[in-house]
């Protein structure tokens, strides 16, 4: 939590429109890539011509958006009271904040995906799942709630503290690297040609 010369400047002396900018360009950029490779599984999985496989991708949504609202508790309010800390000057604050943060994110994250996988067919079901489309929401969700939701939620969480430490580009990275990950996976995981594993692999490719 020490800072370097350029993040000194960063918060106290550069122009205010100027440190905005810095901090808020990358930052949009990452949430563009995000919001672009969230649609591309309904994409991928669409190219099958199979409406069950996307209803499917579509009924385990609401459980990645209360993964991602998680994350944003503890990252954007830990982030939050972490920028304070350290304009007050008080990195051993700042520390034990973050690390509250990781450690309260990490653990309700592991907790809710652990009552998910215990009441997985009724929660689908509540969420729209049919007898069509629960098996294959199953296999979605398991992998991107179930495996994947605890990654999820610490990708965002840490990303949210890295950037109130004014690393906003290295946040922006990380998160966007990720993103086009799962871009490329994709259409290798779910299309026929290659894979084809369906609604499925896209989870598996989140």
């Keep these: ?43 991928f999985v669409g190219q099958l011509g ?26 954007v309010g830990g982030a939050s009271a972490l920028a304070r800390a350290l304009g007050r000057k008080a990195p051993d604050e700042a520390r034990r904040i973050a690390s509250i943060s990781f450690w309260f994110g990490l653990f309700s994250g592991a907790l809710f ?6 009441f997985r067919q009724p929660i689908l079901v509540l969420c729209g799942a049919t007898q069509d489309t629960l098996p294959i929401a199953l296999g979605y969700a398991q992998w991107v709630v179930v495996i994947g939701g605890p990654a999820t939620i610490l990708s ?7 950037r109130a430490e004014g690393k906003a580009g290295q946040a922006s990275f990380g998160l966007s690297l990720g993103g086009a ?19 499925v692999g896209a989870g598996m490719a989140t």
């Design 1 to 43: 939590m020490n800072y370097t010369q350029s993040e000194e400047y960063l918060f106290n002396t550069m122009p205010v429109g100027r440190a905005i900018a810095s901090l808020a360009v990358p930052t949009v950029i990452s949430q563009i890539i995000t919001v672009i490779y969230n649609m591309a599984d309904t994409f």
């Design 50 to 75: 199979d409406p069950n496989q996307v209803a499917a991708a579509t009924v385990a949504l609401p459980l990645f958006i209360f993964i991602t609202a998680l994350a944003n508790l503890f990252g």
């Design 113 to 118: 995906c652990l009552l998910f996988w215990c």
């Design 156 to 162: 965002t969480l840490l990303a949210n503290l890295v």
């Design 181 to 199: 990950a799962n871009l490329v996976l994709d259409p290798l995981f779910i299309l026929p040609q290659f894979l084809g594993l369906g609604a």
